[in-house]
T-cell receptor
Protein backbone atom coordinates (compact mmCIF):
# COMPACT_ATOMS: atom_id res chain seq x y z
CA UNK A 1 0.00 0.00 0.00
CA UNK A 2 1.24 3.49 -0.84
CA UNK A 3 -0.57 5.34 1.94
CA UNK A 4 -3.09 6.82 -0.51
CA UNK A 5 -6.55 5.30 -0.56
CA UNK A 6 -9.37 5.92 -3.02
CA UNK A 7 -13.04 5.05 -2.88
CA UNK A 8 -14.94 3.69 -4.60
CA UNK A 9 -12.66 1.49 -6.67
CA UNK A 10 -15.28 1.07 -9.37
CA UNK A 11 -18.18 3.33 -10.31
CA UNK A 12 -20.80 3.11 -13.02
CA UNK A 13 -22.98 6.16 -13.46
CA UNK A 14 -25.45 7.53 -15.92
CA UNK A 15 -24.99 10.86 -17.60
CA UNK A 16 -27.55 12.54 -15.36
CA UNK A 17 -26.18 11.21 -12.07
CA UNK A 18 -24.16 13.03 -9.44
CA UNK A 19 -21.42 11.13 -7.66
CA UNK A 20 -18.23 11.84 -5.76
CA UNK A 21 -14.80 10.24 -5.67
CA UNK A 22 -12.85 10.30 -2.43
CA UNK A 23 -9.12 10.25 -1.80
CA UNK A 24 -7.32 10.12 1.53
CA UNK A 25 -3.59 10.19 2.18
CA UNK A 26 -1.87 9.04 5.36
CA UNK A 27 1.62 10.29 4.49
CA UNK A 28 1.59 13.74 6.04
CA UNK A 29 1.82 15.36 2.62
CA UNK A 30 0.40 18.79 1.85
CA UNK A 31 -0.10 18.58 -1.92
CA UNK A 32 -2.75 16.47 -3.59
CA UNK A 33 -3.58 15.81 -7.23
CA UNK A 34 -6.27 14.40 -9.47
CA UNK A 35 -5.22 12.69 -12.70
CA UNK A 36 -7.23 11.12 -15.49
CA UNK A 37 -5.82 7.99 -17.13
CA UNK A 38 -7.41 6.96 -20.41
CA UNK A 39 -6.36 4.14 -22.67
CA UNK A 40 -3.52 5.06 -25.03
CA UNK A 41 -3.11 8.53 -23.54
CA UNK A 42 -0.55 9.99 -21.14
CA UNK A 43 -1.60 10.67 -17.60
CA UNK A 44 -3.56 13.91 -17.66
CA UNK A 45 -3.19 16.22 -14.68
CA UNK A 46 -6.57 17.68 -13.74
CA UNK A 47 -6.20 19.56 -10.46
CA UNK A 48 -3.51 20.37 -7.90
CA UNK A 49 -4.03 21.45 -4.33
CA UNK A 50 -1.29 22.82 -2.09
CA UNK A 51 -2.13 23.36 1.57
CA UNK A 52 -5.84 23.03 0.67
CA UNK A 53 -5.62 25.76 -1.97
CA UNK A 54 -6.19 24.93 -5.62
CA UNK A 55 -3.07 25.91 -7.52
CA UNK A 56 -3.74 24.25 -10.85
CA UNK A 57 -6.82 23.63 -12.96
CA UNK A 58 -5.73 22.11 -16.21
CA UNK A 59 -8.67 23.36 -18.31
CA UNK A 60 -10.95 20.74 -16.85
CA UNK A 61 -14.66 20.95 -17.76
CA UNK A 62 -16.90 22.30 -15.02
CA UNK A 63 -18.74 18.97 -14.76
CA UNK A 64 -15.73 17.97 -12.63
CA UNK A 65 -15.61 19.85 -9.35
CA UNK A 66 -12.78 19.25 -6.86
CA UNK A 67 -12.89 19.85 -3.14
CA UNK A 68 -10.04 19.74 -0.63
CA UNK A 69 -11.34 20.25 2.93
CA UNK A 70 -7.93 19.54 4.50
CA UNK A 71 -4.47 18.35 3.48
CA UNK A 72 -5.41 14.70 3.93
CA UNK A 73 -8.64 14.54 1.94
CA UNK A 74 -9.52 15.27 -1.65
CA UNK A 75 -12.82 14.83 -3.43
CA UNK A 76 -13.87 14.94 -7.05
CA UNK A 77 -17.54 15.72 -7.53
CA UNK A 78 -19.01 14.51 -10.79
CA UNK A 79 -22.21 15.63 -12.51
CA UNK A 80 -23.70 15.34 -15.98
CA UNK A 81 -20.69 13.44 -17.28
CA UNK A 82 -20.20 12.26 -20.83
CA UNK A 83 -19.26 8.76 -22.03
CA UNK A 84 -15.79 10.06 -22.98
CA UNK A 85 -15.21 10.79 -19.30
CA UNK A 86 -14.98 7.06 -18.67
CA UNK A 87 -11.44 6.47 -17.41
CA UNK A 88 -9.32 5.60 -14.40
CA UNK A 89 -9.16 8.55 -12.03
CA UNK A 90 -6.03 8.61 -9.93
CA UNK A 91 -5.30 10.59 -6.83
CA UNK A 92 -1.73 11.34 -5.76
CA UNK A 93 -0.01 13.22 -2.97
CA UNK A 94 3.42 14.69 -2.32
CA UNK A 95 5.26 17.23 -0.27
CA UNK A 96 4.69 20.66 -1.75
CA UNK A 97 8.05 22.34 -1.40
CA UNK A 98 11.79 21.82 -1.45
CA UNK A 99 11.86 20.25 -4.89
CA UNK A 100 10.20 17.14 -3.50
CA UNK A 101 8.56 15.79 -6.62
CA UNK A 102 7.92 12.25 -5.48
CA UNK A 103 4.25 11.64 -5.96
CA UNK A 104 2.49 8.69 -4.38
CA UNK A 105 -0.55 7.38 -6.19
CA UNK A 106 -3.67 5.67 -4.98
CA UNK A 107 -5.10 2.63 -6.78
CA UNK A 108 -7.59 4.72 -8.73
CA UNK A 109 -11.32 4.70 -9.33
CA UNK A 110 -12.43 3.01 -12.54
CA UNK A 111 -15.31 5.18 -13.79
CA UNK A 112 -17.74 4.09 -16.47
CA UNK A 113 -20.29 6.58 -17.76
CA UNK A 114 -23.26 5.01 -19.50
CA UNK B 1 1.73 19.63 -26.71
CA UNK B 2 3.35 16.51 -25.29
CA UNK B 3 6.55 17.65 -23.65
CA UNK B 4 7.79 14.15 -22.82
CA UNK B 5 7.82 11.58 -25.59
CA UNK B 6 8.20 7.92 -24.64
CA UNK B 7 9.04 4.92 -26.81
CA UNK B 8 8.27 2.19 -27.58
CA UNK B 9 4.58 1.98 -26.75
CA UNK B 10 4.93 -1.75 -26.17
CA UNK B 11 7.86 -4.10 -25.67
CA UNK B 12 8.23 -7.87 -25.48
CA UNK B 13 11.40 -9.27 -23.93
CA UNK B 14 12.48 -12.79 -23.08
CA UNK B 15 13.16 -13.67 -19.47
CA UNK B 16 16.73 -12.75 -18.62
CA UNK B 17 16.97 -10.15 -21.36
CA UNK B 18 17.43 -6.39 -21.11
CA UNK B 19 14.41 -4.11 -21.41
CA UNK B 20 15.11 -0.58 -22.64
CA UNK B 21 12.60 2.24 -22.64
CA UNK B 22 13.44 5.70 -23.91
CA UNK B 23 12.14 9.17 -23.22
CA UNK B 24 12.88 12.53 -24.77
CA UNK B 25 11.93 15.92 -23.44
CA UNK B 26 11.82 19.43 -24.80
CA UNK B 27 11.81 21.73 -21.79
CA UNK B 28 15.38 22.36 -20.64
CA UNK B 29 14.04 23.63 -17.31
CA UNK B 30 13.13 20.08 -16.26
CA UNK B 31 15.37 19.01 -13.38
CA UNK B 32 13.85 15.80 -12.09
CA UNK B 33 13.20 12.62 -14.07
CA UNK B 34 11.35 9.73 -12.40
CA UNK B 35 10.14 6.42 -13.72
CA UNK B 36 6.91 4.90 -12.52
CA UNK B 37 5.75 1.29 -12.73
CA UNK B 38 2.08 0.43 -12.93
CA UNK B 39 0.53 -3.01 -12.58
CA UNK B 40 -3.05 -3.69 -13.70
CA UNK B 41 -5.55 -2.50 -11.11
CA UNK B 42 -2.95 -0.43 -9.28
CA UNK B 43 -1.81 3.15 -9.38
CA UNK B 44 1.65 4.07 -10.68
CA UNK B 45 4.45 3.52 -8.16
CA UNK B 46 7.75 5.39 -8.15
CA UNK B 47 10.50 3.03 -9.33
CA UNK B 48 13.63 5.15 -9.66
CA UNK B 49 14.46 8.79 -10.32
CA UNK B 50 17.42 10.90 -11.43
CA UNK B 51 18.45 14.54 -11.39
CA UNK B 52 20.50 16.06 -14.24
CA UNK B 53 23.71 16.41 -12.26
CA UNK B 54 24.45 12.70 -12.80
CA UNK B 55 24.46 10.64 -15.99
CA UNK B 56 23.45 7.31 -14.50
CA UNK B 57 21.68 5.91 -11.47
CA UNK B 58 21.36 2.25 -10.62
CA UNK B 59 19.07 0.53 -8.15
CA UNK B 60 19.22 -3.22 -8.28
CA UNK B 61 18.29 -4.38 -11.79
CA UNK B 62 16.97 -0.93 -12.75
CA UNK B 63 19.22 1.76 -14.25
CA UNK B 64 18.44 5.24 -15.53
CA UNK B 65 20.79 6.68 -18.14
CA UNK B 66 20.57 10.42 -18.65
CA UNK B 67 21.92 12.45 -21.59
CA UNK B 68 21.46 16.13 -20.85
CA UNK B 69 22.78 17.41 -24.18
CA UNK B 70 20.45 15.15 -26.13
CA UNK B 71 17.57 15.79 -23.72
CA UNK B 72 16.98 12.07 -23.42
CA UNK B 73 16.82 9.55 -20.63
CA UNK B 74 16.19 5.86 -20.58
CA UNK B 75 15.30 3.01 -18.26
CA UNK B 76 17.20 -0.25 -18.49
CA UNK B 77 15.88 -3.35 -16.76
CA UNK B 78 18.58 -5.97 -16.53
CA UNK B 79 17.78 -9.70 -16.24
CA UNK B 80 14.11 -8.97 -16.96
CA UNK B 81 11.63 -11.20 -15.14
CA UNK B 82 7.99 -12.04 -15.83
CA UNK B 83 7.14 -10.14 -12.65
CA UNK B 84 8.47 -6.99 -14.34
CA UNK B 85 5.59 -7.14 -16.81
CA UNK B 86 3.81 -3.83 -16.28
CA UNK B 87 3.34 -0.41 -17.82
CA UNK B 88 6.22 2.00 -17.30
CA UNK B 89 5.91 5.77 -17.38
CA UNK B 90 8.69 8.30 -17.53
CA UNK B 91 8.06 11.79 -16.22
CA UNK B 92 9.77 15.13 -15.81
CA UNK B 93 9.44 17.90 -13.25
CA UNK B 94 10.76 21.43 -12.91
CA UNK B 95 11.43 23.33 -9.73
CA UNK B 96 9.83 26.61 -10.78
CA UNK B 97 6.60 24.84 -11.73
CA UNK B 98 5.97 23.72 -8.20
CA UNK B 99 5.87 20.01 -7.81
CA UNK B 100 4.00 19.03 -10.96
CA UNK B 101 5.13 16.23 -13.24
CA UNK B 102 4.70 15.83 -16.99
CA UNK B 103 4.28 12.20 -17.94
CA UNK B 104 5.24 10.27 -21.05
CA UNK B 105 2.69 8.11 -22.83
CA UNK B 106 3.71 4.84 -21.20
CA UNK B 107 5.30 1.57 -22.35
CA UNK B 108 3.59 -1.75 -21.84
CA UNK B 109 6.30 -4.31 -21.10
CA UNK B 110 5.74 -8.05 -21.34
CA UNK B 111 8.49 -10.39 -20.22
CA UNK B 112 8.01 -13.88 -21.60
CA UNK B 113 9.10 -16.84 -19.46
Amino acid sequence: ETGVTQTPRHLVMGMTNKKSLKCEQHLGHNAMYWYKQSAKKPLELMFVYNFKEQTENNSVPSRFSPECPNSSHLFLHLHTLQPEDSALYLCASSQSSGGAYEQYFGPGTRLTVT
Amino acid sequence: QQQVKQSPQSLIVQKGGISIINCAYENTAFDYFPWYQQFPGKGPALLIAIRPDVSEKKEGRFTISFNKSAKQFSLHIMDSQPGDSATYFCAAGQNNAGNMLTFGGGTRLMVKP
